[in-house]
């Protein structure tokens, strides 16, 4: 620090330390300062206390924790009586944090329950928490819950509890929370339960996941199972249709578009330059018309093949070339036979379609 003394500049260091101890509240008797090595920063502190007051202070300040921890005991146990197991809940969980910070790696005794004998109450909380864990039951929808570049999805992820223990008991207000599973340390929301022990969250998708899963498990220090639901970015899908025949063209290009769009996709028609520049999902497929007439009268046999090309995702990778069922039809004319063939697109043509293309990223 730069300082100023009788009209000359000074510079200097200045450090601060906070320092506490964990000793009840108790009136000191006597302080001592003293410094050593001053240029190191070493400084010394003596306090003095009578022996007596400071004992009677440690053992009240003992029994104080005590009691307000055999209070959070004997509220949860109250609380479980009378079916409200979020309060149970809550009260288990205090007493857990009471447990940890003003008794750690010790017992308490105490009548936790109320039946006038002494127990550690600590081993009871336990066992009432884990008697809740084994009867409660988390469940989440699955999804997939498909989000586009905005980060909004469709559908609600849902969470319920159902409980399956002694008794009735009421699932409101029961806390839960959401996390993603590739960011376990980072709570997503938070909600509380409804008297149906159902939840709907609101998280916010991280777009640079491509696939994701939100974990739902039970806002306490007694968790129980998790459940997860899925979360899958919309996809964008090309598709280029050429054949040698208008008729052909257009009914396939139709059907290869709705078939399409069942899938969680956007589907784009482009035009060959485009799907030949590749990326993201393309779909190209090629119709070859082939047309016989029977010599023995006006019958005409259309024949048609399709060539097709699929490559995956962003990678761009192909993952199928060759041909797909042909489909044949007969008529008096060609364009009869061409289109008594088409008829059977929705047979033959769609479900190969769905089995190629269900599986890709």
């Not at 009260?91 to 790696?105: G, H, I, K, V």
């Not at 007969?330 to 769905?354: C, H, I, M, Q, Y």
Request: hydrophobic content about 35%; proline content about 6%.
């Amino acid at each position: 620090m730069l300082g100023q003394t009788a009209g000359r500049p000074q510079q200097y260091l200045e450090s601060k330390i906070n320092a506490t101890a964990e000793i009840p509240p108790t009136r000191l008797d006597r302080e001592e300062f003293i410094m050593n090595q001053p240029r190191r920063g070493q400084l010394t502190c003596r306090v003095a206390v009578h022996r007596a007051r400071y004992d009677g202070d440690v053992r009240r300040d003992l029994l104080n924790k005590k009691n307000r921890a055999l209070e959070d005991a004997r509220r949860a146990h109250t609380a479980l009586e009378d079916g409200r197991l979020a309060d149970a809940l809550s009260a288990l969980d205090s007493l857990q944090s009471r447990a940890d910070a003003d008794f750690p790696n010790l017992s308490l005794e105490g009548d936790a329950d109320g039946d006038g004998k002494p127990e550690d109450v600590l081993v009871w909380a336990r066992s009432r928490q884990g008697e809740i864990r084994n009867s409660l039951t988390l469940t989440c929808a699955p999804g997939p819950f498909i989000f586009g570049d905005d980060g909004r999805f469709a559908g609600a992820p849902t969470a319920r509890l159902s409980w399956s223990g002694p008794g009735s008991v009421s699932l409101d207000g029961i806390p839960l929370r959401a996390r993603w599973t590739h960011r376990p340390d980072h709570t997503a929301d938070r909600k509380l339960t409804a008297k149906n022990g159902e939840v709907v969250f609101h998280p916010r998708v991280d777009l640079f996941v491509e696939s994701s899963f939100l974990q739902v498990e039970l806002d306490a220090n007694s968790p129980i199972t998790d459940c997860r639901s899925a979360f899958h970015r919309r996809r964008q899908a090309l598709v280029f249709v050429g054949a040698d025949r208008e008729d052909v063209r257009v009914s396939l290009e139709q059907e290869t578009v709705s078939r399409l769009k069942r899938f969680p996709w956007d589907v784009s028609l482009v035009n060959e330059e485009e799907i030949s520049a590749g990326g993201g999902t393309t779909i190209r497929l090629d119709a070859h018309t082939k047309i016989v007439r029977y010599p023995e009268g006006d019958i005409h046999r259309a024949h048609i093949v399709f060539r097709a090309t699929i490559c995956s995702g962003g990678t761009g990778k192909s993952v199928f070339q060759g041909e797909s069922p042909v489909l044949e039809g007969f008529g008096v004319s060609p364009a009869d036979a061409v289109r008594v063939a088409l008829e059977t697109l929705k047979e033959n043509f769609s479900p190969w379609l769905d089995e190629k293309v269900k599986g890709l990223p």
